[in-house]
């Protein structure tokens, strides 16, 4: 199994086949996931997608479509939980309320491998 610390962080954030829409403060509270460098130190956006490894790894390749800039969109939609921070907290008490959704999802690849989500483009 290729293991490297990119793809091992794009996993830690954003593979979740398990995650519910209620989960969002233990899920990102459990894997520490933060926002170094920001005024709170809380993410203030962070999707889970509901589906195995290989679901969402087939994306940077037959399962996607290229958008450029080793950006590839889903040519499936995905179950997805959107976790986002509410006002005024700050690591590590961030609060999120969570918001199921199913839509295509854009990932940043690397040689075949997904290593980044990028939570501005919503295409439901």
């Known amino acids: ?3 490297w610390p ?34 709170n130190g809380c993410k203030e956006v962070n999707t889970f997608i509901q ?28 179950p997805l939980v959107t976790c ?3 006002s005024g907290q ?3 008490n961030c609060k999120y ?3 199921k959704s199913t839509r295509y999802i854009v990932l940043g690849c690397d040689r075949g491998w997904p290593v980044h989500y990028e939570e501005g483009i919503i295409n439901a």
């Open 84 to 86: 986002k921070l509410q």
């Open 6 to 39: 990119r793809y091992q962080k794009f996993l830690n954030q954003h593979l979740g086949p398990h995650v519910n829409d209620h989960a969002c403060d233990r899920e990102i509270r459990n894997r520490d996931i933060t926002a170094p460098g920001t005024a």
């Open 51 to 78: 589906a195995n490894k290989n679901d969402i790894k087939v994306v940077c390749g037959k399962g996607g479509t290229p958008q450029g800039n080793n950006l590839f969109k889903s040519n499936q939609r995905f």
């Open 97 to 99: 309320r969570g918001n």
């Open 90 to 92: 700050r690591h590590p």
């Open 1 to 3: 199994m290729h293991r």
